[in-house]
């Protein structure tokens, strides 16, 4: 499929069928996109980063023993009228814009990323989409909008994909997709030209780590149909890229900038880490908690 690469972006993506084994058993009998961290589950915090961006259609790719996303996006006005009447908080549940229609779709055998995109074919149509991974939340303070500079960057460019990347410490880039820029990166915009999945540190071109969020226009879904299966069976958006690049498509990458970072949710010692650093940003009992934590450190 050949799309408008000057279209603007208007849907997104969440791939959200993963099992989550890195966070047994927490995760056997709820999504891992459910999981809480301070106040709110995983993919409400990535819904809302969405919408923040100007996005109002969201997709979310699910798999079985799932469901639980769905119910969490379903309004319940019983709910929000008992809250109301006891006037108990019931704003709290105010967490969708009125206008954003949520959308799902199975993916009943996860074969890889670049498989979860491939459902999403026919909701996207003809359009550049932004992807955004269900178990990764991206903080910022109120100056920065990443997914915005992300989306921006690839209009302008007329991008066939447009990579999130963070800078990690060379000994860690084994554990990500590195970039290989084109030239040096002058300020946090530059063109991709080449992806490495998982190198080793004498291998990797950059510490530059792909960092969960994507936009791509819909020539994506005729590279993942060329995309061979990697280990496991496993079909890779990054080795659909590569495909991309190959074939002279233009491929950007937008660094996460200063006052931005991931919170990555994919095994304990991340999500811990994650539920920490916004329980102590929380608006009404941040200071406390951090109080609590300094003096139980103490102790």
Not at 122 to 150: E, H, Y
């Amino acid at each position: 499929m050949i799309g408008d690469r000057n279209a603007s972006v208007r849907k997104a993506v969440i791939p959200a069928a993963g099992v989550g084994t890195r966070l047994l058993p927490a995760t056997k009998s709820q999504p891992k996109e459910m999981l809480p961290v301070g106040r709110k589950p995983v993919i409400q915090y990535v819904v809302e980063e969405i919408v923040t961006a100007g996005i109002l259609d969201i997709l979310i790719v699910t798999s079985q023993q799932k469901r639980a996303i769905e119910d969490h996006f379903d309004p319940d006005p019983h709910l929000e009228q008992r809250l109301a009447e006891k006037g108990d908080g019931h704003r709290s549940l105010a967490y969708l814009d009125e206008n954003c229609r949520m959308f799902y779709v199975r993916q009943s055998d996860p074969k890889g990323l670049a498989d979860a995109i491939a459902k999403s074919e026919q909701f996207v149509g003809g359009d550049p989409f932004v992807v955004c991974l269900g178990d990764s939340i991206i903080q910022s303070n109120g100056d920065v909008d990443v997914l915005k500079r992300l989306m921006d960057v690839h209009e302008r460019e007329s991008a066939a994909a447009t990579i999130l990347f963070e800078t990690v410490p060379m000994d860690e880039v084994v554990r990500y997709g590195i970039a290989q820029p084109k030239q040096t990166p002058v300020g946090d915009i530059f063109a991709v030209a080449d992806l490495i999945e998982k190198p080793t540190v004498e291998q990797a071109p950059s510490n530059l780590a792909i960092a969960a969020r994507y936009v791509f226009s819909p020539d994506v879904f005729d590279f993942i149909r060329k995309t061979e299966p990697g280990r496991g069976g496993e079909i890779q958006i990054t080795d659909t890229m590569r495909l991309m690049l190959k074939a002279g498509l233009p491929v950007w990458g937008v660094s996460i900038g200063r006052g931005a970072r991931r919170l990555d949710i994919g095994n304990y010692e991340s999500y811990f880490k994650a539920f920490f650093e916004l329980s102590i940003a929380d608006a009404e009992f941040g200071q406390e908690f951090q109080q609590f934590v300094q003096d139980r450190l103490q102790k």
